[in-house]
């Protein structure tokens, strides 16, 4: 994953798509941030996460997109 926590990819993709300009590009960015929130989901829910936070995170930001 080139370095980069999966929190962090998550996040990096949710703000890319949330500031995607081009029309063309904009469901190919939502559809990778949906498909990382939703891994990340899994991830958390079969472990314990060190921040209490991010799954209702990951929450707001499926909601959003």
Known sequence: MSGKSRSEKWGE?????????DDERLSLCIAEAERALLHRER???ATSSSDPEEPEALSDALYAL
């Not at 993709?13 to 300009?21: D, H, I, K, P, R």
């Open 13 to 21: 993709l949710y703000n890319a798509a949330l500031f995607e300009v």
């Open 43 to 45: 991830e958390l829910s």
